[in-house]
Nanobody, 130 residues
Framework: QVQLVESGGGLVQVGGSLRLSCAAS????????MGWFRQAPGKEREFVAA?????????HYADSVKGRFTISRDNAKNTVTLQMNSLKPEDTAVYYC??????????????????????WGQGTQVTVSS
């Protein structure tokens, strides 16, 4: 089992930056693909970014965050990070970290599908004020 705890959310002005972290328990962290999702009030949970297991060389981003957000992982520290720059009001949401079991070393199909993930954190609120 994997337990995930997010941190780093908060209130930031338009154009500002935030760095979200997700701390994972368990000795098998490196074997999981990791993803960030977000959910705004009244909207469905949506994909933000994902990083492949092990070396984390494969990453994918939602079109809405490409060029502004960067996902990375540190297997030695059992953490995955989402660096968010040039924040916009539409980035306001609760951000969730998720872990997906996979035998593939690269992100396979379903990396952007919430129901494909096996473990979730409790979420952290990000609010971007204009």
């Amino acid at each position: 089992q994997v337990q995930l705890v997010e941190s780093g959310g908060g209130l930031v002005q338009v154009g500002g930056s935030l760095r979200l972290s997700c701390a994972a328990s368990g000795r098998t962290f490196r074997s999981y693909h990791m993803g960030w999702f977000r959910q705004a009030p009244g909207k469905e949970r949506e994909f933000v970014a994902a990083v492949a297991s092990w070396s984390g060389l494969s990453t994918h981003y939602a079109d809405s965050v490409k060029g502004r957000f960067t996902i990375s992982r540190d297997n030695a520290k059992n953490t995955v990070t989402l660096q968010m720059n040039s924040l916009k009001p539409e980035d306001t949401a609760v951000y969730y970290c998720a872990a997906k079991r996979s035998l593939s070393l690269s992100l396979d199909s379903g990396y952007d599908v919430p129901t494909d993930y096996d473990y979730w954190g409790q979420g952290t609120q990000v609010t971007v004020s204009s």
